[in-house]
């Protein structure tokens, strides 16, 4: 076990002892998702390729490893992680991007992270060091943990490292557009899914939807011909290429939320959203013109004073408030419906019972630490 | 158990299920019981306590919370093809059969999503779906009999899994009942769950969780067109690194498997598929999609496999060509049978770049254990199907097999693998998860179990030991298979 490794176990005892929460933080890029108390557990001194074998595709890193590092291993062999999770550049830690499951437009098209997770290394709250899943693709044995850890934002223990499967880059990759009402590009986005066409992401931001294409070179001039038929079906229009270099900074942009779009906050008082809601679903609940949706209208970022929590849920999806009003007013995050609720809560004092890891995080979204809005989580 | 015991609580569980659900759909006589005391595999039997199949929720209801308050455990079935005894009956506990959850609630066609009844049968979902020019992925060889809530349970996969994922990657929700009657829905049709996960979770859980009711599928467009290679190799070695070539020059294959000498044999021997017989190894190397794409793969991957060494290859020409090269596949289980009167198939996975190493492995046991082993792999994952050739007439033989078969799981974890790819723990394998897991491991996996299922009572004897099944595990471990007490019952 690594120094490093061992030093964590040591605190993670202290704070059992003393009931001390601890915070568990990579970059600190998600600072503002969720509420902090507790005293911070750097993860960054943990950091390296553990093993990459590029034929197995398969890569173990550390959790404390900037995201940008594993890229730049994966890229030298042609290899990727095509879910394109936020703040790359500015830091985010392997450890961190898992925990918190956030991912780009390619999500709809090629998984989520947990389905890229084959196994991790957690240390729990009893400070025991716990290899869950393995490195190998297919592994039925045992109930699947390290997939959980996915998007669970350090509730549940320190992830240490983590093994994922990676794919190969795709051979060719061309980005079209297409001015359209948001409406048109749903039903249009909505072919994506239930035909074979090579597409890894879409996005619609105020009247125009960016398309990409990737795969194999026949399977992206394919997809072209698709697109331009239905374009011509749909808004009786056709899509134009994006230079490359412009595509790049576009989807480049969109991954780490650096678009105007995301810091364009109306007034003091609007909160932007992250709903998310199931493809079916037909038009936009709020702000049919404006706006920036991604994974074909599933995913939509939207500026509002209003709670949309309640309005997404009824949907059947989930809203989150992503970013609060500089007001400091504070919103609930997503919740389940009850039954689910308890079974989480369970779940969480099964691992945690002292409520040692990342306390609150789950409960508020908040701002500057004015965390206010009680535990739902737990009993 | 004792049998006195036992009548009295299946009368209190008659009188309480009799307002709830029509007699006809419970089974208490040992004779009619008989075709549920097995899945398949059939090496462990048991009569349960009664066998009930409710019709819908209500009756579902009725039967857990009937168990929960009279104590009685309660094991999960889906179609019964489970290959490592999850299914199997538990003395005393009601086998819970879903067989009657058959229906398909609703195929989606724009937004490639199928919402059907957990005892569905995988196959009946994209039989459903081809209208829509669409289907259900995961494919695992018994799809046309295995239900999609064993799928669910036991994270099934299938010769298309490399390229397409497992059950987890192309479930989205599932509509679960606790062992207390409360219905839980995990995952969703908005991407993303709301706070933890569970979905993945309970993905693969072995019906130790929860009963599946309803599952929400992802379909996705039916392949135009395939095509195959079928590549003969003068050495294990050398098929080995071929697979390894086609990963590295970033081609993902639809399917990718390897056949070793002995299995092409019999298989040649059982339907005349034309395989090379000369050849150490075959490769199956398959490429879906549309034909350009098609085309420009399998001149790709038929370059890589020449330069690894490949001494013959054949493309396929047409559909009953492509169908005729996977016959051979296909059949090397009955082949096996063929061979000797029983064969055990094992089922572990093993980083790729191990395959050579393994399989040499395997050549030194069977010569320590004197019996033969047949090797068929899904190369392209390294999920392997080591089928050991024994007489169940002879209990030497039936010793040695499982020693065999054992040791076979041992190495797959000396070499940073894993004892099960896809048949799962059930209780075939229970005993072989105290060597890959620690006591800690193994505990965060009874929290889980005790956050769904408090009481314990779902499937309680199965996956996951507990310590003190390990520690007696590991004392026979230690004595070599020279059981301590030979003549006292085992559970
Ligand atoms: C209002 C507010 C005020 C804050 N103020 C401060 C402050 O004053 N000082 C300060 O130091 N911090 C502060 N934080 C810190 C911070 O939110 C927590 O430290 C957080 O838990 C760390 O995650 P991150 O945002 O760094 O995210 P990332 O590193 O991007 O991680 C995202 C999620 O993954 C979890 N995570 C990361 N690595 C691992 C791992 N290896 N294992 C398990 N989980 C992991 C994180 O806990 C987080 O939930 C504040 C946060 C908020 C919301
Ligand atoms: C010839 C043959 C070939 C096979 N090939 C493959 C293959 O290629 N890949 C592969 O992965 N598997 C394969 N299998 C194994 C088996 O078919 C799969 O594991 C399948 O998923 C089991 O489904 P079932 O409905 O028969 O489940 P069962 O055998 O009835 O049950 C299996 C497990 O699931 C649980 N379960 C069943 N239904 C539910 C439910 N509704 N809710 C909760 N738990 C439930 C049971 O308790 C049990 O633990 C094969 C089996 C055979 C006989």
Known sequence: MSDTVSAWQMRIHEAQASGTPLRIRGAGTKDFYGTCVGDVLDTRAHTGIVSYEPTELVVTVRAGTPWAELVRALDERQQCLPFEPPFVAQGATVGGVVNAGLTGAARLYVGGIRDYVLGAHLLNAQGELLKLGGQVMKNVAGYDLSRLLVGSRGTLGLMTQVSLKVLPQPKAVLTLRLSCDFRSAQVLCRRFLVKPIAVTGSAWLNGVLTVRLAGMAAAVSAGVVMLDGWAYECVGGSFARVDEAEAVAFWGALQ???????????????????AVLPTAVDGLTVHADTGLAMWGGALRWLWAVEDLSMPFKAAGGHATCYRTPLSGRVYPTALAASNEQRVQAALKMQFDPKHIFNRHRFDTVTHAGHATVEMHHVP | MNTDVTSSALSSLLRALAPHMPSANIISQNDRMRPFEADALTMFKQLPLCVVLPENETQLKALLCACSALNIGVVTRGAGTGLSGGATPSAGAVLLVMSKFNCIIEVDGDNGVACVQAGVRNAAISEAAAVHGLYYAPDPSSQIACSIGGNVAENSGGVHCLKYGLTVHNVLKVRVMLMSGEVIELGGLAPDAVGLDLLPVFIGSEGMLG?????????????????VILASFPTVQSAADAVANVIAAGLIPAGLEMMDAASTAAVEAYLHAGYDLEAAALLLCESDGEPDVVAQEIAAMSQILREAGATRLQVSQNEAERLKFWAGRKSAFPAAARLAPDYYCMDGTIPRKSLGRILTAIAAMEQEFGLQCLNVFHAGDGNMHPMILFNGADPDEVERAEHFGAKILEASIALGGTITGEHGVGLE?????CMQFTDEERGAMWAVKAAFDPPG???????????????????MHVHHGEMPFPDLPRF
Not at chain 1, 256 to 266: G, K, M, N, T, V
Not at chain 2, 457 to 475: Q, S, V, W
């Open chain 2, 211 to 227: 009963v599946v009711t309803t599952v929400w599928v992802k379909l996705v467009p039916k392949p135009r067109h395939a095509e």
């Open chain 2, 429 to 433: 394998k229970i005993g072989h998860m």
């Open chain 1, 256 to 274: 780490e939320q650096s678009l105007p779009y995301f810091s364009a906050r109306p007034s003091d008082e609007h909160a932007l959203w992250r």
């Open chain 2, 457 to 475: 009572l779902l499937n309680a004897d199965k996956a996951i030991p507990t310590l003190h099944r390990c520690a007696e595990f590991g004392r």
